[in-house]
């Protein structure tokens, strides 16, 4: 089988020719529009452009520490239209798997290892919730006393997130439900390994939920992309023709897998996560995009064209 080779595109008429193709887009958010605190120049303005020219703008993160209505937030903040109907978060993605797909009952709860924004997209689909940024289990437990890590049977899924106060009695909590209810789902939001902070890389949601993986034993649900259960929270939302739409994305293994297992077009940018290292040589990446450009904001050339 030949192989796979991505298309670089640098000229105004290759990026002119793409976003003919397309009329529904697909954008990651950290390194696609923002990296960090900082916006990506000229994507401001390539967003604009795409709406005056009646394209379908969606925005999908695997950022699970922020519910929809926190995102609007910050489009709001680096002034970009966005509307909380565009917008999908590994959080929310969660929240309608269980009330959806799972149907969780309503007289059963999850346990959260995340923060404010997977409790608020829980809240937004009626499931009942314990854990998360609960002060009671934001503490430090005495090594031996176990006393409060009892089974609660009312639990019925476990859901983890990314959390910056992730301890030992919210990894005990879980593995004690997880192990003891019969039935309790294991779902994680995302399962990236690593998280992109300031040029760095920190523990990700995938890294945080290891221990309950290793203890447990268990093979959890996962959510955000590559996976397709965050695909289908969009198209239970979206009508969109597949041919006619395009993933862009900075993460091989998040974003442009995530367009490939979804049968779509792929656009990798290099404003994020990947390096030049990934896409040719030794350490060449087995995902391959369709397409390459170095950032969202070239197409900002057609916009001044007008
Ligand atoms: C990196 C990721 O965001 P995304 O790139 O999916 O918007 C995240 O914030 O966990
Ligand atoms: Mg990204």
Known sequence: ??????????????YAKLLDRFDTYLLDCDGVIWTGPTLVPGVADVLTMLRAKGKNILFVTNNAKKSREMYKKAFDGFGIQASVEEIFGSAYAS??????????????????IGEEGIEQELKSVGIQFTGGTDPEDRVFIPSGDYSS?????SIGAVLCGFDMYVNYKKYAKAHTYITNNPGCEFILTNADPTYPAGGAF?????????????STKKTPTIIGKPHTHMMETIL?????????????????????????????????????????????????????????????GDFAVLADKK
């Not at 920190?202 to 290793?214: D, T």
């Not at 049968?263 to 404003?271: A, F, P, Y």
């Open 202 to 214: 920190f523990p990700g949601s995938g890294s945080m939920s290891a221990p309950l993986r290793f």
């Open 149 to 153: 890590i009892k089974n609660d049977p």
């Open 236 to 296: 239970a939302a979206h009508d969109f023709n597949p041919e006619r739409t395009i993933m862009i994305g900075d993460n091989l293994e998040t974003d442009i897998l995530f367009g490939i297992n979804s049968n779509i077009t792929t656009l990798l940018v290099m404003t994020g996560v990947t390096h030049e290292a990934q896409l040719s040589g030794e350490n060449k990446s087995d995902t391959v995009p369709d397409y390459i450009v170095q950032s969202m």
């Open 95 to 112: 929240a309608i798997y269980l009330s959806k797909i799972l149907k969780f009952p309503a007289d059963k709860k999850v346990y959260v």
């Open 1 to 14: 089988m030949a192989e796979r080779t991505a298309q670089r595109l640098t000229k105004p008429e290759e």
